[in-house]
Nanobody, 127 residues
Framework: QVQLLEAGPGLVKPSQTLSLSCAVS??????????WSWFRQPPGKGLEWMAT????????FYSPPLKSRTAISADTSRNRFTLRLNSVTPEDTAVYYC??????????????????WGPGTQVTVSS
């Protein structure tokens, strides 16, 4: 059974870069039949899709509003994938989640299509 676990700094200062990781256990991030994604949920708001990666195909997708500040990558040596978000502001305060979706779903920005989620990690942007 695949499990995901996010890790992050908890507190980040404005203008800094946020780095998050998602450890995958019970399966491999190099599997052909899955994509891996990051979502976030700001206080009082819904889930927001951020980015998706499929390691084998070298495919990445980004939410247009975040694309210029976001980078998703795979770390096969540690069987995890990571997210970097540059130039953070207090508006980036949220619970960040990683999740898995089957490759044959064409709605990677739709949370309901995902079958495995991490528990989430709180990130607060504040000076």
């Amino acid at each position: 059974q695949v499990q995901l676990l996010e890790a992050g700094p908890g507190l980040v200062k404005p203008s800094q870069t946020l780095s998050l990781s998602c450890a995958v256990s019970g399966g491999s991030i190099t599997a052909n039949n899955y994509y891996w994604s990051w979502f976030r949920q700001p206080p009082g708001k819904g889930l927001e899709w951020m980015a998706t990666i499929q390691y084998r195909g070298g495919v990445t997708f980004y939410s247009p509003p975040l694309k210029s500040r976001t980078a998703i990558s795979a770390d096969t040596s540690r069987n995890r994938f990571t997210l970097r978000l540059n130039s953070v502001t207090p508006e980036d305060t949220a619970v960040y989640y990683c999740a898995r979706i089957r490759y044959d779903s064409n709605s990677y920005n739709n949370p309901s299509q995902y079958d495995v989620w991490g528990p989430g990690t709180q990130v607060t942007v504040s000076s």
